[in-house]
Each structure stands twice: as structure tokens, then as C-alpha cells.
């Protein structure tokens, strides 16, 4: 079958030619975008058609033999600007329901297929895998990504800001299958239109197509010529679109019931409710009612090596889609403030130009504050964004915490500009509020330069004296009275030769002062990797840095060091080994650590992970001398149902190195059976759970028994 775009195929000239045109477009500052590059310009028509298409891996319906197709990849590494080692061809068709691809996947080594990840939203892109980038209102800026492995494996995510946010958490309804054969592997895919958001009239969707081969470390797409990989704004288009009558469902019913049994507690009964309403295409809402957090699985333990809170990510579901939106540098809305919630309401999507996000909420503050016992708290959230030329954007973001009558929070404004697809700058300018009035500024501007293979940034942030006495009952400043600059280079050298793949240092440097000018802290941390016969990682580390005398946090000057070497090997088909020692000074204690993590994939259905880590201080007048380690093994009976253990202990150690002491001081059991017969919402849920009971305890342990089944409606 030929190519079927609406610009001429990419000849191997022009491929060799993309190297020096990625050079002088970076040298020249001028953005190059696509439409200046007729060539390289990328486009494929989607195909309406009439016959069910049966998502079973194999391209066998007739329809295929007519549809829109694309080819003709390039690598992004290991040699930036090379066609790609293996033949891809991905096939479009829509009808009123979905948008349909079908992937082919040549392999002239069949047999070297990676298809290890069975686990939704588990790492696919480690296997042999296809990514498809979609930007459904083609505004270079936010975009859907849809990765299968050989397997049917799925990993959904959304992104925002062209690329820079990540959300990996979300999850929408799509189906997908694979299958392996002798010329290499096949996937089709199907999404539904009511999974995404986007506008009626558009007649063209942004995309790009990435293809994973891991025992090459080769990554390739598409879309040629990228600054980065991640670049939504530098993708191709899907063209021919009519959408006028796409099949969308204007509401969905999510109800749960849940059951529970915990030692020493009377039985409780629970139930619970997502509505979610499309207001348009284009924009949703989203409404929950008593939403279960019970078996969300624990945090993983940290120990604290900096005196400042510790950051946890969030993990429960109605606080996941469209975070991505509120992930900035200085963190206004941090959701692990929030506790349990008696019901929370949401608004996501697009109008025009403008992307409106906004998220309301109430919560019984005893979950963060225990002497607010009975008053309930009230957050609030929101995010527009209006998009600029060059896959630019500015917005305005707010987060309010009202809490017997008072207000805490912050209004900011915040931006990404892009000056080329190399040269850009990432800024917020924010106004804190609550108990202080003075010093409540906080700002930062980021300039940085991004290369397929190098990154240099200077930042400067100034975060007022009562910035963080005001923003954090809703937000994250882990520190405030500072003026900071921070700066960064690291550079990628692929070698590709001699069995060595790739060189990559960096060097961080940072330094701060307090508003009034005195040295609070200054760190510099050197890295340096290096991959080895594609199946070897050697990392060493350094770390220095000055702590000064401050109240409440240090309490004379401190020095602090820390040597680091890691060595990973990774069979690229599902099992990895890595260990680390490290040594060094951490406030006047010797600190010495030493872990590893260990991958397995012990059969095509099961897999194991488990992670060591052990710290150890002397003097430890502080107490932090741990032993933690973590299990999670998952078995797959099918792709929807399958069983996880998770278990967890953190001891305390004391004693010598060689006559050690250990004290039990938390331990976590989790066992969890699912089965999502409406994947990925409706489902059968049976969980045993030893520890807390609740994202977030750590007042007690408890045995309890967890059921619960959600259905769609």
C-alpha cells in the first residue's frame, strides 16, 4: 500500500538533511515550524467507514485496505535524524463512534520482541510499543497519548503546556489488542469520541506516532525533526475529519457500593457516586458524592534528608484528572492537603482560545488539622488559560481554603512562551493571602534551551518571608524568605559504538539568600551516566552543600556531602536489577546508605518488584536510622482482572553496622483482587489491608476487609 499524504514522501535525502536543519534552526533562533518545511511537513487523512471493526490485534477487515496511512519514522535516538531500524505503518479510520489505528510493526527479529508489561498504565513504553499523541482541538499545546505494547497492554496519559506536564495518572475507556507474528508484531486501537474532549467543527487532530524498540534504545516518530520528544507543537495532522455527527454520551452514572470489616469497629457500609456530564464536546463536568479512598495503595516511605517536608503524590482518582492543568513550579493547589471529602465537583475542558479547569470541594479538617475536629473546610481551584502563538500560553490560577470564615490561599498569574522550538520560558507572578499582608509575593523566571540531546536553564525565584504561612493549607512552599537562583546544563553524547550507547553529565548548581541579603544555603550536585552494551547503566553522583545557622530548622552552620554510585542491568525484556551505595555527611552525622530494586517477570501473567533501602547515621540523635523495604507483585489472569500484594516495613535501627538493632515501626499489608468488567470504571473490588486505613493515617494499624462494586451507567 503507498503512502497517502497529502505532501510528498520523505525522501533519504531530506532524512539526512534533518540533522543540519535541526542545527541551523536552533543556531538561528528562527522558529522553523512545519508549514515553513514542505517537506517535512506531516499529514494523513482519516477515512470514514461503514464496517465494524472487530479490535482483535489483526488488520483483517476489509475496510483497512482503504484507510488513511503513514510511515516512514525517524529516530530520535539512538541516531537523531536516521530513518528508524524496523518498518512502521499505522492506518486510520473513524466512524461515528471512534477513531480507529491500526498499527503495524515490522521486525526483521521477531523473536526479540519485548512484550513483558501486562499491567494498565504499567511502564509500556519498556516494552516494544507504539505511543499515539493526540492533540484533539490542534492547539499545540495540550494532548491525549495512547500506548500499546504487542500485548494490548495500555498506558494513558494526558499532557499540557506542549508537552512540559505530564499526567500519568489518567485513565479514559479505549479498547486495544495485539498480536505477534513472524514478520514482526500488530495493535489495533479504538477510542471512543465520548473519552476525549474536543470541538465538533475542527476537520484536523494533531499527531504524532511514537514506536519503542528497547534492546536498540531506539526511539522514533513520526513527526521528524524534533527539538524535543515530547513536542506536541512540532506534530504532524490528522486531516479529513467530519465530526459534526459524532456518537457522544452527554452523561455517565458511577455508583459504588462498599462494605467494610475492621477489627475492634463495627462494620460500616458505604455508597457513593461520579456523575460526569458533557456540556459539550469540548467541555465536561464532573460531579462525586462520598468517593471511596480506602484501597488506595500506601505511600511508598521516605526518610527526610533535608529538614524540609516531604512531597507525596496523589493517588486518589478524583484528584487526578486534570491535575496536570495545576502542576507548576511554585505548587498553589498541593491536593494531599485535602482529607476525606463528602463530595467535590469539577470543570475541565475548552472554549475557543480558553482552557477552563476548576475543582470545589469540602473536607473535614481533622484530617490535617486533628484540634479542627467537626469544622468542615472549604477548597476551591481553578485554572483559564488562554493560548498564544507558538504553542504559548498564559493563565491565571487561584487556590482558596475557607475555614471558619477566614480565607488562605493564592491568585497567580502563570506562563509558558516559546520564543523557537529550542528557546523558551517558563514564569509565575503570585500573590499569597491570609494571616500576613507583607511578604506575601512569591515569583519565578525560568529561561531554559532544550535539545534533543542538552538542557540549560537559569531560574530566579523570590518567595517572600510569609509566603508559606499563607499559601499552605492548600498549596506546597517547602521553604519561604529566599531569593534563589538555580541553574542547570546536561548534555546527551551518543557514542554508539565500541559497546558504549551514551554519555550524559549534568551539573545543578543553587544557591539562596534571605530577603535581607544573608547566605542561607548554596548546593551543587554533578552527574554522570553512562549505558553500556545496551543493557548496562553506570551513575555517579555528588552532592555538596551549606546549610547556615536559622532558627527552627538549623541550628549552627552544617556541610553536607554525599558520594553515590548506582549500577543497573536490564534484560530490556521485563527483568532489571539496580544497586546503589552511597556515603557521605548529613548535619554533622555520618550518613551511609545502600538499596537496590529488583524487576521480575517470573511468568507472562505475573510480575514482582521489590525494593530495599537502608540508611544509616551515627550520631543519630535524631532517629532516622531505617530499614525499609516494599513488595508489590501483580498477577494478571486477563488484561482487566488481575491481583496485587503490596507490603511495606519501615524498622529503626540502632547499634553497630556489624551488631545491628531493629524496632518494627510501620508495617503495610495490602491485598487486592479487580475485576473491571466495564474497564476502566466499572468493577469488582476485594481488598485485605493491614496498616492505615486511609491515605494518609498514620495514627494506627488496622486488619481490615474491603469490598466494593462499581458500576457504569
Request: proline share 4%; with cysteine; net charge negative.
Amino acid at each position: 500500500m503507498g503512502d497517502s499524504w497529502s505532501c510528498p514522501p520523505r525522501s533519504a535525502t531530506v532524512l539526512r538533511l534533518l540533522p543540519l536543519l535541526t542545527l541551523l534552526q536552533a543556531g538561528s533562533g528562527l522558529w522553523i515550524g512545519s508549514e515553513g518545511l514542505g517537506l517535512i511537513a506531516q499529514e494523513v487523512p482519516a477515512v470514514r467507514t461503514q464496517e465494524a471493526i472487530r479490535i482483535d490485534g489483526t488488520l483483517d477487515e476489509s475496510a483497512w485496505a482503504s484507510s488513511g496511512e503513514l510511515s516512514g519514522f525517524t529516530q530520535l535516538q539512538p541516531s537523531v535524524g536516521e530513518p528508524a531500524s524496523q518498518l512502521t505503518t499505522v492506518r486510520i479510520l473513524y466512524d461515528d463512534r471512534m477513531i480507529y489505528f491500526g498499527i503495524e510493526s515490522a521486525d526483521t527479529d521477531a523473536d526479540e520482541i519485548s512484550r513483558t508489561i501486562t499491567r494498565r498504565d504499567g511502564e509500556v513504553w519498556e516494552d516494544d510499543a507504539i505511543a499515539l499523541v493526540i492533540d484533539t482541538f490542534d492547539d499545540d499545546n495540550n494532548a491525549y497519548v495512547f500506548m500499546v505494547n504487542s500485548l494490548g497492554t495500555q498506558q494513558d496519559e494526558r499532557w499540557a503546556d506542549n508537552g512540559r506536564t505530564r499526567d500519568v495518572k489518567w485513565d479514559g475507556s479505549w479498547e486495544s489488542a495485539g498480536s505477534v507474528h513472524g514478520g514482526g508484531w500488530t495493535a489495533e486501537v479504538a477510542i471512543p469520541f465520548e473519552s476525549v474532549r474536543f470541538d465538533r467543527r475542527t476537520t484536523r487532530w494533531g499527531l504524532n506516532v511514537i514506536r519503542y524498540i528497547p534492546r536498540n534504545l531506539e526511539q522514533s516518530h513520526w513527526a521528524p525533526g524534533l527539538s524535543e520528544w515530547f513536542r506536541i507543537a512540532e506534530s504532524g495532522d490528522i486531516t479529513d475529519l467530519d465530526l459534526t455527527e459524532a456518537v457522544t454520551k452527554n452523561y455517565t452514572f458511577i455508583p459504588y457500593v462498599q462494605y467494610a470489616f475492621t477489627n475492634d469497629v463495627q462494620p460500616k457500609g458505604e455508597v457513593g457516586l461520579d456523575f460526569r456530564y458533557s456540556l459539550s464536546s469540548n467541555l465536561g463536568l464532573d460531579l462525586t458524592f462520598n468517593p471511596d479512598f480506602a484501597t488506595v495503595e500506601a505511600d511508598v516511605e521516605q526518610v527526610n534528608l533535608t529538614r524540609y517536608e516531604l512531597s507525596y503524590p496523589e493517588k486518589r482518582p478524583f484528584f487526578l484528572e486534570g491535575a496536570e492543568n495545576y502542576s507548576t513550579r511554585i505548587r498553589q493547589f498541593y491536593s494531599r492537603r485535602i482529607g476525606e471529602i463528602p463530595w467535590g465537583g469539577k470543570v475541565n475542558g475548552k472554549l475557543g482560545p480558553w482552557r477552563i479547569n476548576a475543582l470545589a470541594t469540602l473536607s473535614d479538617s481533622s484530617a490535617t488539622a486533628p484540634a479542627a475536629s467537626g469544622k468542615d473546610a472549604f477548597y476551591s481551584v481553578f485554572r483559564v488559560s488562554r493560548e498564544l502563538p507558538n504553542a504559548s500560553n498564559i493563565g491565571l490560577i487561584g487556590a482558596n481554603r475557607t475555614f471558619d470564615g477566614d480565607n488562605e490561599g493564592s491568585l497567580g498569574l502563570v506562563g509558558t512562551l516559546f520564543f523557537s522550538p529550542y528557546l523558551g520560558m517558563t514564569s509565575q507572578v503570585i500573590r499569597s493571602y491570609g494571616a500576613f499582608s507583607e511578604g506575601a509575593w512569591t515569583y519565578f523566571f525560568r529561561p531554559s534551551y532544550d535539545s534533543q540531546t542538552g538542557h540549560f536553564h537559569v531560574r530566579y525565584t523570590h518567595v517572600g518571608e510569609n509566603v508559606q504561612e499563607n499559601m499552605n493549607e492548600v498549596g506546597f512552599i517547602r521553604d519561604d524568605n529566599r531569593r534563589e537562583v538555580d541553574s542547570n546544563v546536561r548534555k546527551q553524547f551518543w557514542i554508539n559504538r565500541y559497546g558504549l550507547q551514551d554519555l550524559t553529565p549534568s551539573v545543578n548548581y543553587n544557591r539562596f539568600w534571605s530577603q535581607e541579603g544573608e547566605l542561607r544555603s548554596w548546593e551543587i550536585r554533578n552527574n554522570v551516566s553512562l549505558n553500556l552494551f545496551r543493557n548496562w547503566t553506570i551513575k555517579l553522583s555528588n552532592t555538596e552543600e551549606f546549610k547556615a545557622e536559622e532558627e527552627g530548622l538549623f541550628e549552627k552552620d552544617f556541610r553536607n556531602s554525599l558520594n553515590q554510585a548506582d549500577l543497573t542491568y536490564d534484560s530490556r525484556t521485563g527483568k532489571s536489577v539496580t544497586a546503589y551505595y552511597g556515603k557521605g555527611k548529613n548535619f554533622d552525622s555520618d550518613l551511609e546508605r545502600f538499596g537496590g530494586r529488583v524487576n521480575l517477570k517470573i511468568t507472562d501473567a505475573l510480575n514482582a518488584t521489590y525494593n530495599l533501602t537502608r540508611l544509616w547515621f551515627s550520631p543519630d540523635p535524631r532517629g532516622r536510622s531505617s530499614w525499609i523495604h516494599y513488595v508489590r507483585a501483580t498477577y494478571y489472569v486477563n488484561k482487566d482482572m488481575y491481583f496485587k500484594l503490596f507490603y511495606q516495613s519501615k524498622y529503626d535501627m540502632t547499634g553497630s553496622f556489624s551488631n545491628p538493632h531493629f524496632d518494627l515501626e510501620r508495617e503495610t499489608t495490602q491485598f487486592v483482587y479487580v475485576w473491571r468488567f466495564f474497564p476502566p470504571f466499572g468493577s469488582l473490588q476485594l481488598a485485605y489491608q493491614q496498616g492505615p486505613s486511609q491515605i494518609g493515617d498514620e495514627s494506627g494499624s488496622y486488619r481490615t476487609l474491603f469490598t466494593k462494586l462499581s458500576w457504569v451507567f
